[in-house]
């Protein structure tokens, strides 16, 4: 009998017996009674957050909602009468007729535990809504919560009528039954019609009944867990009787080492057909016939959170959909099998297809001997193996094939040595340049980590050709790869730089700047907290300023002093760069690299920004990137240690002169906070993860630094410079700061104001907020105000100086940067 077509659906009930008279002995581990969804807690917070929108809309909208309300009141009334009373009469009945006939099916096909379930879920929506209309709003001062939610109109907070039973939809689960969704829907939807008809219900009402209901449904089916609807062994066997094989025995197999979403996989052997030759049917217990995958329909929503942050925040065509319906993976894996044995790449053989009740879906391979790639002994992953598996990957990149999961358990080795392309859930078929390229850079990755970079990539020149590797150059990196890599590239963080050596090497005018894939990366999402919070404090400040007094009473030749003084700290930027570069540098161009900079911190951290733009200024002056690197790294670490000097310094003699800022003097306090700073750093430096992360990045931060400081130290005249540039780029900065204060009518000792500065500016490098926003702000206000000044001359005096050091040079900046751009000066 020739096999079904496929994707078609068994007939009969959910998990139809096998037609033969002897049962087929299938090898099924034990299988849990209920489990516990990801879907389930997914849907439940969802539900939670849609319901706090709503809430959170109506209030700030209540014109609208009572605008929404009267407009329906006034259709609805013209509406005839008799079909409104046919639609009253049809969900009076319906609402609880349709689900109770469910209920009654489901208990007849043996599915109590999931009706008792969902039975638990109406009782809990239906005490929580009589709670809600009949004892916590009445009960709230002013109708507080009916307010919040609906707009203080006379309905009633929550339609106790069908809250229970969208609850107890939501979880005895009708999926795979169009149906008994359709007819239950249907009456659920009358039922808010007739609601809102009869002023009962509002608009916002009825969603946060329905909202609620969802929330209860599927937070009870979490809490209690959903009876295992994951068919056994034996319907999968009875499904490829339907498909027209003839199963003999079967066996549960291991999934892959670290691949938690893997479908489940089962082994089968066929018996033979009355006019085939025994022979061709495998003698020995251990061969078998087919593979069979199951896509078990609880389990598509595995991993979904994760898959939304990686769709989230890597850019367009990187990543495939983040959840997809039970139908779409069957048919896609289906797909991506053909197209793969379509374009020649060597691949089991998909023999056929089949749903497996309403709940999972089959895909039967012809079972290949052999084992995965990752669990091959190094010994037998020679150059020939590495060879044909690149030989397969070229046929899949020839058909547009991306397959996008390109690890080891990705790689079946055959019995015959021949490498076999395998687990194609994730595969798409004709996508873009982008998608090719980061299959290829997986796959150097994957082989890299088995037989070492040098093979891999010597292997892979040989079918692809230097022209496509130097392709995936800008690719290799860490944030391109899938989760189990770069688990694996922890064990080994130097292997994607030896990858790229080794390609360079082959070409060396690879170009290998990376290509930008993340939209944003964690820490931008920092920043943006970082300046709400800064934003919350700092705006109320500005707020209760009287701007116009303020302008009115300030002292303009102190307004011009601080911005002749914020105009000198660039030229002290560029000495100090200068210094410490032994080549020569233009002083005009390398103020006005200074000057670009300024535009790149509002992009980035005050601490990156400049040394990013600096070190690509000395990169197209002609030094190489090593010396241009440790030149950076070298005037970074003199201007730290310059500045924690200065700090201890000021900090000691600001203590011994000013008696109005004893609170900023290195008291009992201070000395007890940094020897629990120095304490709490140390013991995280214990941690072996910690160390090796703050290792890794000083080392790649001052790496060549001490060299290029001996270079300095041997010609007087840069050291001069270096050192004279740090110097007075603080001197600046400390001067624009008093004029800004003396503007406002204010005034410190000299000495406080320095290490008011210094303070502040520590915090603002420290800080991952573009420019250092919101830290410096924050820190200048509190410590001018400990230093004496009054609250609004302080925030007067922090505003004018952000002014003229971070917001007014943003726009000569821009122009600036755009200028050594066209020049190729950065």
């Known amino acids: ?45 969802a539900s939670c957050v849609l319901l706090a929108a709503v809430m959170l809309l109506v209030s700030f909208a209540q014109q609208t909602t009572h605008g929404l309300q009267t407009d329906i009141a006034e259709g609805t009334a013209h509406a005839p009468r008799l079909l409104l009373s046919l639609a009253t009469l049809a969900s009076s009945f319906g609402v609880l007729a349709v689900p109770v006939a469910f209920a009654v099916e489901r208990v007849v096909r043996k599915d109590g535990k999931r009706v008792a379930i969902a039975l638990l879920a109406a009782v809990i929506a239906f005490l ?24 203080g109109t006379e309905t009633a907070p929550v339609h106790t009528d069908i809250a229970p039973v969208i609850a107890f939809v939501s979880a005895v689960g009708m999926a795979g039954r169009a149906r008994w969704q359709a007819a239950t829907w249907t009456m659920i939807g009358l039922a808010a019609l007739t609601g809102l008809t009869a002023s009962y219900a509002s608009v916002a009402a009825l969603a946060a009944t329905y909202l609620l209901g969802r929330a209860i449904g599927h937070g009870t089916l979490y809490a209690v867990g959903t009876p295992n609807p994951r068919p056994p062994g034996t319907a999968v066997v009875a ?80 990543t495939g959909r983040a959840l997809r319906s039970l139908r779409r993976s069957l048919e896609q894996e289906s797909l991506m099998a053909y197209a793969v044995d379509a374009a020649g790449a060597r691949t089991p053989r998909l023999a056929g297809t089949s749903e497996v009740g309403t709940e999972a879906a089959l895909l039967a391979y012809e079972h290949v001997p052999g084992r995965r ?5 190094d010994e ?78 010597a292997t892979a020149a040989a079918v692809l050709g230097e022209e496509a590797l130097a392709a995936a150059v800008p690719l290799l990196q860490r944030v391109a790869l899938s989760r189990a890599t770069r688990a694996a590239l922890r064990q080994d963080r130097g292997l994607l730089t030896r990858i790229r050596e080794q390609i360079v090497r082959l070409k060396p005018e690879t170009e290998a700047a990376p290509v930008r894939l993340e939209r944003f990366q964690p820490r931008t999402i920092f920043s943006i907290v970082a300046l709400s919070f800064a934003a919350y404090i700092v705006i109320p400040q500005v707020a209760s300023l009287d701007i116009a007094h303020l302008v009115s009473t300030a002292t303009w030749w102190w307004v011009a002093v601080a911005l002749g003084a914020a105009t000198l700290t660039y ?84 203590g011994s002169t000013n008696k109005a800022t004893q609170d900023l003097a290195p008291s009992r306090t201070i000395v007890i906070a940094v020897f629990v700073l120095a304490l709490v750093a140390g013991l995280t430096l214990t941690v072996p993860k910690v160390r090796r992360v703050v290792s890794s990045r000083m080392r790649s931060m001052f790496s060549g630094v001490v060299p290029r400081l001996v270079d300095v130290l041997q010609s007087p005249r840069k050291l001069a410079t270096g050192m004279g ?22 005034s410190l000792h000299w000495t406080s104001v320095v290490v008011v500065f210094l303070t502040a500016n520590a915090l603002g490098s420290a800080a991952p907020t573009p420019g250092g926003l919101g830290a410096v702000e924050g820190a200048l206000t509190l410590a001018l105000t400990i230093s004496g000044l009054a609250a609004e001359t302080a925030t007067s005096a922090v505003l004018l100086y952000r002014l003229l050091t971070l917001w007014l040079p943003v726009l000569p900046g821009w122009a600036a940067f755009a200028y050594l751009q066209r020049k190729q000066a950065i």
């Open 239 to 318: 499904a490829l009787e339907r498909l027209g094989f003839r199963p003999e025995r079967a066996a549960y197999l291991d999934p892959a080492d670290g691949d938690t979403e893997e479908p489940r996989r089962y082994g089968v052997a066929l018996a033979p057909d009355e006019d085939e030759d025994a022979a061709r049917v495998p003698a020995r217990r251990g061969e078998w016939n087919l593979e069979v995958r199951v896509l078990d329909r609880d389990q598509q929503t595995a991993g979904v959170l994760y898959r939304v942050w990686r769709l989230l925040r890597l850019r367009g065509a990187t």
């Open 725 to 746: 540039g740090t110097l007075l780029l603080t001197v600046a900065f400390v001067l624009c700061l008093d004029a800004s204060i003396r503007a406002f009518g204010g």
């Open 1 to 45: 009998m020739p096999p079904a077509r496929a994707g078609e659906a068994p007939p009969g009930p959910d998990t139809e017996a096998p037609r033969r008279g002897t049962a087929v002995p299938v090898d099924d581990p034990p299988r849990p009674d209920r489990i516990r969804r990801p879907a389930d807690a997914i849907r439940f917070a």
């Open 128 to 151: 929580l809504t009589i709670g809600l209309d009949d004892l916590v709003v009445p009960s709230a001062p002013g109708g507080v919560l009916d307010s919040l939610i609906w707009g």
């Open 571 to 654: 030229l002290a930027a560029a000495f100090m760069l200068m210094g410490f570069v032994p080549e020569r540098l233009p002083l005009g161009r390398t103020v006005l690299v200074q000057v670009a900079a300024s535009f790149v911190k509002l992009v980035a951290p005050a601490a990156v920004g400049g040394v990013a733009i600096n070190t690509r200024y000395l990169q197209r002056s002609g030094v190489r990137p090593g010396p241009a690197v440790a030149s950076v790294g070298a005037s970074q670490l003199v201007g730290m240690v310059t500045h924690i000097l200065l700090l201890i310094l000021f900090g000691f003699l600001t």
């Open 380 to 457: 037998e992953v020679t150059d020939g193996l590495l060879t044909d598996v690149w030989r397969q990957f070229r046929r899949m990149q020839a058909g547009r094939l991306a397959h996008r999961r390109l690890e080891g358990h990705a790689v079946l080795v055959g019995d015959d040595g021949r490498a076999y392309v395998t687990d194609l859930r994730s595969g798409e078929v004709a996508v873009g340049d982008l998608a090719l390229r980061l299959d290829l850079a997986q796959l150097l990755t994957t082989l890299a980590l088995r037989a070492g970079p040098e093979r891999a990539v």
């Open 373 to 377: 790639l990752g669990d091959v002994p």
